[in-house]
């Protein structure tokens, strides 16, 4: 479980109005700073065509009145968000949890008081667990995938990127969103999702089962883990996963486009992080995410940053909607 969501320094695009009249459309162009890719895919900036007279209005960003940052509450579920955690959590027994462990992940018990008090780790019955996994070549630059929530082969390829701990800039594609579906029309030639971009290597590509041996291949130890090998099984059950969510997380609902991606540590299979996430695609807003499942290096990175591995900074549904 994990959960801080803040700003980058990572500039996306100009800021946009979200509200298109019929005297106002948007053209939306590349301007890369995650990634110097020819392909010119990294990043969308969107401009008023100049010839169509509507200006774009400066928008600016900050908290919501009155937002104070919540302490957070490991495994405390807010009463009227109970029903959502339990449907998100039959995810994790239609996919047999995969994604909750990051590659080669192993776990020994260390007596606490033998343990580094400033690691992170699970405490048991006095003892530390110690979880260690085996990470294959780390990409320079965030891996980029153009998906939305709902869509089954859009979550294959996420829970890839939770077992080999990619960071991934996501570009959420919701049903009717105004940005990033032309954008893969653009640079890919038809809306179809998942779509993904490697920025270190000038890659590109469509089909769920091909990223994954692609990313497997490259970032992994060549292994596609079990769950993920089962063919039409594997597109089921992944689409079985989110029967309890109900389309949460795909359909368009008007946003403003922030300047920058937003970030957020958290991995597919938490139930927490997914209502979040939901969040995100809905407002189609970029996101880096920085994937932590268990054995990730990246939770003693988040642990030393804030203190504490489960920490909400902005509190994903409402704070994000609050900022409309
Ligand atoms: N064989 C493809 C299938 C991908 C696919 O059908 N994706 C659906 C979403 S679940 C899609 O792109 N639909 C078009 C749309 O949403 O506009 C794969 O494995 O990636």
Do not use: H, S, T, W
């Given at each position: 479980m994990a959960g801080v969501l803040n700003f980058t320094p990572t500039p996306v695009f100009r800021p946009l109005s979200s509200r298109r009249t019929p005297t106002s459309r948007f053209s939306i162009k590349s301007s890369s700073n995650f990634s110097e890719t020819p392909l010119t895919s990294t990043s969308v900036s969107t401009k008023e065509e100049p010839n169509l007279g509507s200006s774009t209005s400066t928008l600016t960003f900050s908290p919501p009145p009155n937002f104070k940052p919540p302490e957070p509450k490991r495994f405390s579920i807010r009463p009227d968000k109970v029903l959502d955690i339990l449907a998100a959590s039959l995810a994790l027994i239609f996919r047999l949890g995969t994604g909750a462990l990051v590659s080669g992940y192993s776990a020994s018990f260390v007596p606490k008081n033998e343990f580094p008090s400033d690691q992170y780790a699970l405490e048991i019955a006095g003892y530390k667990v110690k979880e260690t996994s085996k990470l294959g070549p780390r990409p320079e630059k965030p891996i980029e995938i153009y998906e939305f929530e709902s869509c089954p082969f859009c979550r294959k390829?996420?829970?890839?990127?939770?077992?080999?701990?990619?960071?991934?800039?996501?570009?959420?594609?919701?049903?009717?969103?105004?940005?990033?579906?032309?954008?893969?029309?653009?640079?890919?030639?038809?809306?179809q999702f998942p779509y993904m971009v490697d920025p270190n290597t000038g890659v590109a590509m469509y089909e769920s089962d091909d990223i994954i041996k692609y990313l497997v291949g490259k970032y992994g130890d060549g292994n596609i883990p079990f769950m993920l090998s089962l063919g039409l099984l594997t597109t089921l059950t992944a689409g079985f996963a989110m029967i309890g969510r109900m389309g949460k997380g795909s359909s368009y609902s008007p946003s403003k486009m922030p300047p920058k991606a937003l970030e957020i540590w958290a991995y597919e299979p938490s139930p927490f992080c997914k209502v979040v996430r939901e969040v995100l695609v809905e407002l189609e807003l970029p996101h880096l995410l920085r994937s932590c499942a268990r054995g990730s290096p990246k939770r003693q990175e988040l642990y030393q940053k804030v203190g504490h591995f489960q920490k909400i900074q902005i509190p994903g549904c409402k704070c994000l909607r609050a900022q409309r």
């Open positions: 390829v996420r829970e890839i990127v939770a077992v080999l701990d990619l960071d991934v800039l996501f570009y959420p594609c919701p049903r009717n969103g105004p940005n990033f579906r032309r954008k893969v029309a653009e640079i890919g030639g038809k809306q």
